[in-house]
């Protein structure tokens, strides 16, 4: 059974950092490539970042670029999401989703997903 556990949500000021980790469980996590999606009340679920199965790609949203970092371990089967200069508009539910196919921003690509974290930013 292929479960991917989200941490490291929580409330915090704009301007602070968290760090997200995706826990992953179930399957060969070192052959999926792994995104970061949020969705805001009443908005859809929009791609954060993405990256392939080795870590040598990756690949951000416009709007968290340079501010958000997205990496994995796979010897931890765990992708983190680095999130720095946390803006109030940032605040969401943040979701890890895997995929076997290639990095993609379509949420629809990605085959396993998270239960998802609550970030909130305050400002």
């Known amino acids: 059974q292929v479960q991917l556990v989200e941490s490291g949500g929580g409330l915090v000021q704009a301007g602070d950092s968290l760090r997200l980790s995706c826990a992953a469980s179930?399957?060969?996590?070192?052959?999926?490539?792994t995104g970061w999606f949020r969705q805001a009340p009443g908005k859809e679920r929009e791609f954060v970042a993405a990256?392939?199965?080795?870590?040598?790609?990756?690949d951000h949203a416009d709007d968290v670029k340079g501010r958000f970092t997205i990496s994995r371990d796979n010897a931890k089967n765990t992708a983190y999401l680095q999130m720095n200069s946390l803006k109030p508009e940032d605040t969401a539910v943040y979701y890890c989703a895997g995929t076997a196919r290639r990095i993609s921003r379509n949420r629809n690509d990605y085959a396993y997903w998270g239960q998802g974290t609550q970030v909130t930013v305050s400002s």
């Open positions: 990256i392939t199965w080795s870590g040598r790609n990756t």
């Open positions: 179930g399957l060969t996590f070192s052959s999926y490539n």
